[in-house]
């Protein structure tokens, strides 16, 4: 069983950044490929990006690329998401995902184990 908690949500500026973390617990955080989803309000879950195990290959979504930046610290058993100029449209609950296989996946279905979510809001 792995528990992810995430953190650092809050209500910001369009164009302004935040960086949201998403802690493991587990002896094996090292082993996961990890990824980034939201959801939006009335929308479906989507894909923001990952990395994986060991850092190296990262995947983005083309809506958050150039933008945002995936990373990780193992030795922390931490994921970051790094979100700059922000926009509107990039308000959502933010979850986090371990992928057992380490991997770097864009589908949801690939993860295994899921955090509660972080709410993150840009105001226009």
């Known amino acids: 069983q792995v528990q992810l908690v995430e953190s650092g949500g809050t209500l910001v500026q369009a164009g302004t950044s935040l960086r949201i973390s998403c802690a493991a617990s587990?002896?094996?955080?090292?082993?996961?490929?990890m990824g980034w989803f939201r959801q939006a309000p009335g929308k479906e879950r989507e894909f923001v990006a990952a990395?994986?195990?060991?850092?190296?290959?990262?995947n983005y979504a083309d809506s958050v690329k150039g933008r945002f930046a995936i990373s990780r610290d193992n030795a922390k058993n931490t994921v970051y998401l790094q979100m700059n100029s922000l926009k509107p449209e990039d308000t959502a609950v933010y979850y986090c995902?371990?992928?057992?296989?380490?991997?770097?996946?864009?589908?949801?279905?690939?993860?295994?184990?899921w955090g509660q979510g972080t709410q993150v809001t840009v105001s226009s």
């Open positions: 587990g002896n094996t955080f090292s082993m996961y490929g």
């Open positions: 990395v994986s195990r060991g850092g190296a290959s990262t």
């Open positions: 995902a371990a992928d057992l296989h380490g991997a770097v996946r864009a589908l949801g279905a690939a993860y295994e184990y």
